[in-house]
């Protein structure tokens, strides 16, 4: 889908965008790409975002147990304990062109056991396209940390400042054998033109036991009023997948294009934390000589690892057999990124630190469009750390919107003196509907 302001209609990022538009030349950069240092983490991702447009009441992602289930297939029987993730990304339009009931989106969580469960909800926000976070009109980069356009955007900005939305409260209390809704969420289309809207939600949750997790879909016919707990109960024990149906994935190991799919499943991994150094045995990183750069990948997936051979897609724990493989383009994943900034020479370097979004290729090199397409296939808030010039501490928030080919613009720049260190760090939540890869660069001013 393509976007069109300010509706939630973004583009499908389950295709591999392999044609320039026209009149677009390639231009290439003369530098190396490398592989990020490190690796995800281990911690679980409840990974709602399949039917991302969902037209039907039911199941959208279950990992309760199949026992005594009307439909057993719905059921992915997959416990969470400790520290997890949930994640949802879901659109909502009229199934029949005179149906306009609203639909909710509800996030449901089983205590099985016989004790009080208490999960702490650490960070958590969701957002709906409108009237929260429209798709607005945004130059490439702007300044602030109160910035967004499209509930992806501000969801993620919003985790990646350590936020709590007011409508989720710190603690909930689960009683043994019971459940309680983290969500009960309407995403409203009947006063809309024309009629189409979208809901982002991430929590960051700790449970002091095991717990289950379901997202579900159901629709009312009077606007503000919620389905009570047991109208959910009654359609997780009942009905079956929502339909219709995302498209099916290509198999990983297919060849020609790609259709990456939706997530509906648990993804493993919600970050990943690296400092990134010349070498595993050095703690630092050599800026460029004058007039060179180089990169490391981001979210690079199959298909698109500009030559690094590196996959950093998220792997899934548990699937439905119809939805994506791994969790391509690793939504709500942060990327926490460390440089330790060397200048080695004995002249003073000017360093500059940008992240682009260049076209998707498998071949090493980095390619740029020197006339963008329309589609944005990047929407989201970067964090940066550093001491400047004057040695002062600096954090700076950094909303980027950039189309396919888009080389972006510096998100620091450093004078470095001869023989001098600086530290520079780079936080983001990979926002929905973005569309991999990126890279981050380190560039030398020439002389």
Known sequence: MLELLPLFLPINPSIIYSQNPQNSEIVTENQTVRPLSGQLNKISVFNSNSPELVLGEGILLSTFPQDNKTDATAHLNFPFEGRF????????????????????????VHNPSQESISIDILEGASYLSQPDAPFITLPSQVEGSNIYAGPGSRVMGEILQGKRQEIFPPNVIIP???????????????????PINGRSTYLRLYSSGKVYVASLAMYQDEDNKPPSLSQWQNLLQNASLST???????PPEAQGQRIYGRVAGVSQGNMWKTDLTDSPSTQLLTIPNSGEAFSYGLSTLIGGTLGT???????LLVRYPDTAYSAHGNYGLQYSLTLP???????TKTVNIAISTPVKQDTPGVNFLNHLPTQTFFRGLVQVKYNDDNNIPRLQYFHLVQKRGE??????????????????????????????PQILTVSTDGN
Request: charged fraction near 20%; glycine fraction near 4%; charge should be negative.
């Open 309 to 315: 051979n590196q996959i950093q897609t998220a792997p």
């Open 85 to 108: 993730d949930i994640f949802a990304h879901h659109v909502s339009k009229p199934p029949t062109e005179d149906d306009q009931r609203t639909l909710y989106l509800g996030i449901i």
């Open 244 to 250: 219709p149906r995302d498209k099916t994935p290509t």
């Open 176 to 194: 043994a054998g019971e459940s309680r809704m983290l969500l009960n969420a309407p995403i409203p289309i009947h006063s809309l033109t024309p």
């Open 341 to 347: 900034l060397f200048n080695p020479s004995n002249e």
């Open 407 to 436: 080389k972006g613009e510096n998100l620091v720049t450093l004078t470095m003196p001869p023989q001098t260190q600086k530290l520079v760090s780079v936080d983001f939540l990979y926002p929905p509907d973005a569309t991999p």
